[in-house]
């Protein structure tokens, strides 16, 4: 039986797998969640219309958007990109906020969707 209990979970989650369940147990049960294929894997999502929208009225890219839906919902992130544009791009996400209803509306997209090997 295991006596040091983790610390982080990381689990794959973006707005098609929301992970609401296991994201509270873990809030719950004192684990920093952690997503892995934050922004999807990179397709998809960052054409969603929901997304978009939301980058066009913050004049932001669709991955900033997605990113910025993490953090605010309390998930930490290690998008991966091959292009240094991008990843800085992916670092530049302070200076707004997703509102309330926002954040609900990007959660609703959840389908509990595998994107990794598709
Ligand atoms: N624990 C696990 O089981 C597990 C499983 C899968 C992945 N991971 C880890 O999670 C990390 C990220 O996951 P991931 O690579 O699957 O997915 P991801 O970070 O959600 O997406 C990466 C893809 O998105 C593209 N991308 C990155 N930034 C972008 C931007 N700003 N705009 C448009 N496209 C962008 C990248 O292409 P370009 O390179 O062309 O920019 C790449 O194809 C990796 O470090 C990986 O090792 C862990």
């Known amino acids: 039986m295991a006596t040091v209990k983790p ?4 689990i794959e989650r973006h707005p098609y797998k929301v992970q609401a ?4 147990f873990d809030t719950d049960n004192g684990l920093v969640n ?23 009225k913050y004049g932001k890219s669709p991955a900033q958007i997605v990113l910025r839906w993490q953090v605010d ?7 991966k990109s091959s292009k240094p544009a991008r990843v800085r791009e992916n670092f530049e996400i ?14 609703a997209l959840d389908q509990d969707k ?5």
Do not use: R, W
């Not at 707004?96 to 954040?103: D, G, K, Q, S, V």
């Open 34 to 56: 952690e997503g892995y294929s934050p922004i999807g894997h990179g397709h998809l999502i960052l054409e969603d219309p929901v997304i978009t929208k939301l980058a066009d």
């Open 94 to 107: 302070s200076g707004f906020n997703l509102t309330a209803a926002e954040i609900v509306e990007i959660n």
């Open 21 to 24: 369940d296991l994201g509270k």
């Open 73 to 79: 919902t309390g998930f930490v992130v290690f998008p």
């Open 7 to 10: 610390m982080v979970n990381q």
């Open 114 to 118: 595998h994107l990794n090997y598709d």
